[in-house]
């Protein structure tokens, strides 16, 4: 993971969009192949879910054998879609086709996505309602596709490496680009799967019999999901269930929904627009939100101020414009950090572009807030800027001339 990162991606190179659309992330290997001998998908043989926090983002299950995997995934967020994919191998078990499909619970077709691959291109053929949009990328490798609430291509990527002879390695294919990961054992049967150029890792894998996969840990990432093998799941069960929670309005939703913040202080039109994360259970400050990394203050796109006076912080001026918000929290203090850049990616952070590091008064919340929040108070001439999640209140005050 990048320092500063995420948020995982990734909207410039469509990662790092996964997470805010419900980011699709690929799977790949040089040869990807499936153990010889096991009896062709009859029904189900492997079941996972998707977490983030105590929150279920997905269930699946899918059948693997020496020449296909079929599966289904449904997934929660924002709306409950029902991914229906099935992956074909050559002769020599390389990987030679993916296609899914995106449908309702009603059986409507939202979208359908194919991959086919040749020896150095994979050719991506993506249907929309009526557009069709086609794109290769180069690559020697097979990619296997994963899209985050499917994790066959983990199963067999991550295993077909373990099982190989030389080099324990694979990549992944994120968007029109090819990510490598190296694998270290950190302890028997516990993998470190690191990218050396710190995009969208550590991830961290646990295996069991055979090398199958047993569990994913995604924290250390913007998507900050955990994926375990659960016993049998009635996937068909859990559709209906999900299907009839969201028509009483208690789907999940987005997960981190954008808002904004707005106040007219002594005259100035101030502005703050930000993506709002959940702790769904979760310890935040210290876990979710590393200590010492930098913070892109919210999720997706990032925080973004605008302000049409100068507002004055201590005695830093910050001139009227617009800027991006990060932090850096710390336990032995935090800094908001003002930065020229602005309209990026959140985990696009450019240290050469801060305009200023300012520290932040940081108290306890007797009461958990939930959901990431902002606030703009006023007070006299000026006001404070409040940023408000679990049992923390960081603030700043500002005047305005």
Known sequence: MKKYNHNHIHERNHMKRSIYLFIVATMAVCSVTVGQGIKKPEKPDHY??????????????????????????????????VRKYKATFGDNGTLQNFHVTYQRFSGQVLSERDYTYTNDSVHVVNKQD??????????????????YDIFAGWQATVQNALNSKGKKEFSILAGRQIYHYDIQETAPGKFD????????????AVVGKGNEVESFDMTATTDKVIVEKTVELDVKEAVIRYAAAEKTGKQLGVLSPGDSVRATINGAKIFISYSRPSMRGRTIFGQVVPWNVVWRTGANAATQLVTDKDLTFGTTVVPAGTYTLFTLPSQSGWKLIINSQHGQWGTDYDQKKDF??????VNKLDDAVERFTFEIT????????????????????????
């Open 130 to 147: 009526t557009m069709t949009t086609k794109y290769s990328v180069a690559t020697s490798e097979h990619p296997f596709p994963l899209f």
């Open 193 to 204: 799967l690191v990218n050396p150029t710190g995009d969208f890792s550590p991830l961290h």
């Open 356 to 361: 200023v590091r300012l520290p932040l008064t």
């Open 48 to 81: 996972f879910l998707t977490k983030l926090g105590n929150d279920t983002l997905a269930v699946e299950e899918f059948s693997i054998n020496s020449h296909e995997i079929q599966g289904t995934s449904i997934a929660r967020a924002p709306k409950l879609t």
């Open 378 to 401: 006023s007070e006299g001439s000026g006001g404070t800027i409040h940023l408000k999640w679990e049992n923390t209140d960081a603030s700043i005050p500002f005047s305005v001339k």
